[in-house]
């Protein structure tokens, strides 16, 4: 296994590890690699009832807007793939470390926001609002999914 893979598997572990216990469910698990159908790199996340979501997850020790780009273009496929109703995409922050995971950076569209605040979608919302990229921490996408977390 390759530098960066075993880097990359590391975060998606700790991820995995830290958002069971900050959510309480040990229903969260890492997926196997799915080939050009790629459907993220973490399932089982279930918030208000039933909208499922996924985390993808990039540990680079370089992020430029240029890949953060391609990045959020991958976590929308994998969303599609994955008939997931949210999508995350975790970036490692630098100095963030195990302990204090919840300081990880998540960027998300709008779309993914309201569903994992259990948010209604807002009528005549145009597909361009519900397409913007925002971002957040950790700890806050959490907050936000625990009043319906299963």
Not at 49 to 59: R, T
Not at 62 to 85: K, L
Request: aromatic content about 4%.
């Amino acid at each position: 296994m390759s530098r960066q893979r075993k880097k990359g598997t590391a975060f998606e572990t700790a991820l995995v590890r830290w958002l069971r216990e900050r959510l309480g469910d040990g229903r969260i698990e890492r997926r196997a690699m799915h080939g050009s159908r790629d459907i993220g790199d973490v399932y089982g996340l279930v918030c208000h009832g039933n909208a499922e979501g996924i985390v993808e997850a990039k540990a680079h020790a370089t992020v430029t807007p240029s890949r953060v780009s391609e990045w959020q273009r991958q976590t929308e496929g994998e969303q599609a793939n994955a008939g997931a109703d949210f999508a995350l995409l975790a970036i490692k922050t630098p100095g963030v470390g195990r302990k204090s995971l919840g300081r990880t950076r998540v960027r998300m569209t709008t779309a993914s926001l309201l569903a994992i605040s259990g948010v209604a979608w807002l009528h005549g919302a145009h597909d361009s609002a519900l397409s913007r990229w925002v971002e957040t921490d950790l700890e806050t996408v959490c907050s936000l999914m625990e009043g319906g977390c299963r």
